[in-house]
Every structure is written in C-alpha cells, then in structure tokens.
C-alpha cells in the first residue's frame, strides 16, 4: 500500500516538473502589454532652432552647463551653492524618495521568487460528549512543524511587467532629484543676486541721500543769505526724507534674501547675516551662452526625462493589468511533520507533504478587468500628454529666459547712458542754481531723475545675472558631478 502511494507520488511529481517547465517557456515567449517606445522630438512639436537668434550674449554649439554658478565669478555664491545643494533639505527628502522607490522595486522583483512560510502549531482535541461519537474520541494533543511554499509561474509576463513599472518609477524619481538639484543650484543664485542687488540699492539710496542733503545745506545758505524763499528749503527737505524712506523697504528685502538663503542650505533665517553682511557687487556674466538646439532639452531635463520615465512606468502597467486576463499557474506544496506527542514528533513517520500546480482563470466577471486595462490605457495616454506638455514647458521656459536675457541687456545699456546724462544734469542744474540761473525745480526734477536712473542700473544689473541663471535652469542646469549619487551614498552610510 505505502509502495503504491509512493509511485502515485512519483508520477504527480514528473507532472507538476513537467507543466513547470512548459510554463517557464512559456514565460519566455509570450508577455501581456506593449512594449515602451521613448517617444520623439517630433511628437511634442520640437522647433530646429530658437526663436531667438544667436548673438548679444548667445552663442551657437553644445552647452557646457557643468557648475555653470562659477562663471560669475564669485566664490561666495560658489559655496553657498555647493553647500545648498549637499545639504539643502530639499535634495534630502528627494534622495529619501529614490530610496523609497528602489525599495518598492526590489519588492516587486520578489514575484519571480517563490515564497515560503514556516509553520508551527501545538493543539488540544477534545470532542464534545453529546455528539455521537464524543464519548468514544479521546483527547489528542497534534503538534506540527513545516513549511508552505507558493511559486507563481510568470507565465504572461504579469511579474516582468511590474518589474518594468517599478524600474520606470525609479528612475522618475532619480530625475526629480536631479531636477531638484537644478532647481536648487538656481534658486540659490537667485536669492544670492536679489540679496547683492539690494545691498547695492541701499548703497545708492545712502549715497543720494547724503548728495541731497549736500544740496539741502546749499539752499539753506542761500535762504540765510537772503536769495531764496522758504519754498526751496522746503522742497529740498521733501527730496530727502523721500529717499530716505526707501531705506527701509530695500532693508526689508536684503532681509528677505539672507534668510531664503539660509533656509536653501537648510539652516534657521539669520543663520548666514555675519558670513552675507558685508556687501559684494552684483555677480554679473562675462562670457557669452551656448544654447545649443531646442531637441537638446529631452535629454538634459531632469523634469523631461522624469516625465518619460513616468510615461515608461505607466504603459508596463498596461501589461500588469492585462495579466489579469489570463490564467495563473502557482506551483505549491508543504512539508513537515505532525504528531500526537512530542516524542514521536521526529520520527520518520510523522512526515507529511503535498506538492502540485494550482490553476485560477477569471473567466468571468463583468468586464472588470478589461475595464481597468482601459482605464490603464488611459493613464499611459495622460502620461504620454504630460510629457509633451513637459517639453512645451521647457521650450517655453528656455525661449522666455533668452529673450530676457538679451532685452535686458539692451535696456541695460540704455540706462547706463541715461545715468551718465543724468549726473552730468545734475552737475549742470547744481552750477546754474547756484549762479542764480536756474529754478531749484530743475534740480530737484534732476536729482529725482538720477536717483531712479541710479536705482534701475542696479535692478537691471540684477535682472541680467537672474535671467542668465533662469536660462542655465531652462537648458538643464548642470553638474561636474551627480550630486544625487553623492547624497545617496551617504545617505545609505547612514
């Protein structure tokens, strides 16, 4: 009887061998879904070339955007970018993202393994006394020890597909850890030229007021003297305390600055006043830009790239759901021992154990499933338009910074000879009032005018560096280094 049972084992495991072997084949040949295909320039509406023209800081070639903050030459902004980007808690939480996601894809490569449960149970039995056959069952003691095992056979390539999603996520989310290492890297330099500007701003504003107030002590000598009326005096007063009270505002926003600053590099506001008090020039660029073509952005843009990994991710998907559609094989068995007592718990008898593939084929359920494979068609068509809206946005974005980097410049130049007139006017109403030839509303309209001119060279110098760095940003950023590979390894020594 035991050798009969024993060959009827034999031959149900050369079964289950066998239809796991035509399973595993069949693993190869046949996987449920598309495949991705990285879509192209032309889908998205790409232009060949620029709208603008190279020229007036532009340049034609391939971009060199490696720690692009250097080439304004100031080595202050050189560390505080270094330092927002390594320790900026910006880049923190998204390195603890891409960690996140390189779990969640290792987890879905354990669908290729089978997995295996241990087993342990200790029960008492005793039947009921008022059932048939209670008085006759005596009490038992079952004691068990095994092990469960369950292999889905991967044979539509549901698991494959889900492999796929999960390194698609992954790589999305490394390309917005790049992306924020770019964001940060310019945000940094914003806050940093905003903080120069208005330092520069104050300056001037100080600087005029004391020129005011040199004209002021002039018109009152003139009014002791007897040549001028109280008028003058007055409107002199008002030209002053007019400029003065810009002061504050221009601190608020130095203020304003400094802190953004601080909490880039992840410290408390106020943190960098002594290292960031002392006043600096507006960093401004020396060397003009290479742009290189509009095609260039899907494969320098984190938020591109991203964009394509999430489309990526999305179309696997469609095979995860479709493998729903087909029939599941798991090969499953147990094994282990199981006694009344503990003491015959080893033996040889005590074995037990089952092994055989388990067949489960929704053949019906009211077009569920394929009704949730069309809704994950959809989903890959939304990603597919959110990455040609990416890629209009980075057109938009880099076509915007260029021409304001260029207009600004144009307009730089045109308030630079403008101020140049205006001191000389001033020069010229000064001498005039004093020689009694003039009207002092020429020189306050004068020394108005300068001011305001004094006021917007400043900004425009500003205008020019933050449009300059909106434009590396829009091109892709750039590092010599991955700082996200840096972030990562010590965030993992961690």
């Not at 449920?32 to 603008?52: I, L, M, Q, T, Y």
């Not at 390195?95 to 342990?120: K, Q």
């Amino acid at each position: 009887m035991r050798n009969r049972f024993a060959r009827t084992r034999g031959r149900r495991g050369r079964l289950a061998l066998l239809v796991s072997l035509v399973a595993l084949v069949a693993a190869g040949c046949a996987v449920v879904g598309r495949d991705h295909v990285p879509p192209k320039a032309a889908e998205a509406g790409v232009p060949p070339a620029w709208r603008e023209e190279p020229g007036r800081g532009l340049a034609a070639g391939e971009p060199d955007l490696a720690a692009w903050w250097t080439r304004l030459g100031d080595p202050v902004l050189d560390r505080l970018v270094e330092r927002a980007v390594s320790q900026g808690l910006d880049l923190r939480a998204a390195v603890e993202r891409v960690r996140e996601a390189r779990a969640l894809r290792a987890a879905a490569a354990g669908g290729y393994y089978p997995t295996i449960d241990a087993t342990a149970s200790s029960e008492h039995l005793r039947e009921s006394e008022n059932t048939p056959f209670g008085e006759f069952a005596p009490e038992t003691n079952i004691h068990a020890l095994g092990f469960d095992a369950a292999w889905e056979i991967d044979l539509w390539g549901r698991v494959r597909r889900s492999v796929e999603a999960a390194d698609a996520d992954l790589g999305a989310e490394v390309e917005d850890a790049r992306a924020v290492a770019v964001s940060v890297a310019a945000e940094t330099a914003f806050a940093y030229v905003e903080l120069r500007a208005f330092q520069r701003r104050i300056e001037i504003a100080n600087t005029n007021v004391s020129l005011q107030e040199q004209t002021l002590a002039l018109v009152r000598s003139r009014f002791d003297a007897g040549l001028v009326g109280e008028r003058d005096v007055a409107q002199a007063q008002t030209i002053v305390e007019t400029t003065r009270s810009q002061i504050p505002e221009l601190e608020v926003g130095r203020r304003v600055a400094e802190n953004r600053l601080a909490v880039l590099l992840g410290l408390a506001p106020g943190a960098l006043a002594a290292e960031l008090g002392e006043a600096r020039p507006i960093p401004l660029p020396a060397v003009e830009v290479a742009v290189g073509v509009p095609a260039d952005l899907l494969r320098r843009r984190p938020d591109v790239r991203r964009a394509e990994r999430l489309l990526a991710s999305e179309v696997a998907r469609i095979g995860v759901a479709e493998g729903d559609l087909y029939p599941r094989l798991t090969l499953i068995g147990s094994l282990g021992i199981s006694a009344d007592g503990t003491a015959d718990l080893f033996d040889a008898d005590s074995r037990y154990g089952s092994f055989g593939p388990s067949l489960r084929w929704n053949i019906f359920d009211g077009g569920r499933i394929r009704a949730l494979v069309d809704a994950q068609d959809a989903r890959a068509e939304q990603a597919r338009i959110a990455w040609q809206s990416a890629v209009l946005a980075a057109l938009e974005e880099a076509e915007n910074a260029m021409t304001a980097f260029l207009r600004e410049q144009a307009r730089r130049t045109s308030l630079g000879a403008a101020a140049g007139h205006a001191r000389l006017a001033v020069e010229l109403a000064q001498t005039q009032y004093t020689e009694g030839i003039s009207d002092f509303q020429v020189v306050l309209i004068s020394e108005r005018a300068l001011a305001d001119l004094e006021d917007d060279l400043a900004q425009s110098d500003a205008r020019i560096t933050t449009s300059l760095v909106a434009l590396y940003k829009a091109l892709g950023g750039g590092f010599e280094h991955d700082p996200l590979a840096a972030a990562l390894e010590v965030a993992e020594r961690e």
